[in-house]
């Protein structure tokens, strides 16, 4: 993993609001409205934490009709695991 790469995924990860949103999407896809109505923020707080969390690659965006879902990318969460075990190996 790059360097730039783990410094985005860590700084995604470092505020409390991001790991709420991966909380809920960790019990499956979720869209935009249902966040918004789960987490007692605001749209416009939660479209810059997905922002954040799409340009790290710790989620992704799927189109379904006229929503747009999203999940966590498992494979990149499974890598930042390996990452942070490949440090104290």
């Excluded at 690659?57 to 999203?70: D, H, T």
Aim: glycine share 6%; aromatic share 6%.
């Amino acid at each position: 993993m790059k360097e730039k790469g783990i410094i985005k995924i860590f700084k995604a990860l470092s505020d409390n609001n991001r790991i709420k949103i991966l909380y809920l999407l960790k019990e499956g896809k979720s869209t935009f409205k249902n966040m918004e109505s789960n987490l007692e923020l605001t749209q416009p707080t939660i479209s810059h934490h997905i922002k954040i969390l799409k340009e790290s690659g710790l989620i992704v965006e799927e189109k379904q009709g006229k929503n747009k879902c999203y999940s966590i990318n498992k494979l990149q969460v499974q890598l930042v695991g390996d990452y942070i075990r490949y440090l104290i190996k």
